[in-house]
């Protein structure tokens, strides 16, 4: 099994940057690198929405409309970590941010993934 563990979240000015990390524990028999990693966010009230995802080897990314161009989804498989690196950062990008894996194909429907972490909150102020 996979385990996931989402930091870096925090209270951020709009245009401000963040790095949140998303580390992966394994159980024997599992690799990181086999697992295809999304990132999503819910905001208050709202359902959970695709933000970024990332193929298991790193060979291709998909990202949300709302944040292409000043999110990006790198991941290290060495480390078992992926990250996502928000730029520019707009108060409507306020949520709860989480990371997921899949050994399925990756997906923009939170219904593909079994494994969550547990979310790190990101506020951007005006």
């Known amino acids: 099994q996979v385990y996931l563990v989402e930091s870096g979240g925090g209270v951020v000015q709009a245009g401000g940057s963040l790095r949140l990390s998303c580390v992966a524990s394994?159980?024997?028999?599992?690799?990181?690198?086999?697992?295809?990693v999304a990132w999503f966010r819910q905001a208050r009230g709202k359902d959970r929405a695709f933000v970024a995802g990332i193929r298991y080897n790193g060979g291709s990314t998909d990202y949300a409309d709302s944040v292409r161009g000043r999110f990006s989804v790198p991941r290290d498989n060495a480390q078992n970590t992926a990250y996502l690196q928000m730029t520019n950062l707009d108060p409507e990008d306020s949520a709860l941010y989480f990371c997921?894996?899949?050994?399925?194909?990756?997906?923009?429907?939170?219904?593909?993934?079994?494994?969550w972490g547990q979310g790190t909150q990101v506020t951007v102020e005006s």
């Open positions: 394994t159980a024997y028999g599992y690799s990181f690198s086999n697992y295809e």
């Open positions: 997921t894996a899949s050994l399925m194909a990756l997906s923009r429907s939170p219904d593909q993934y079994d494994i």
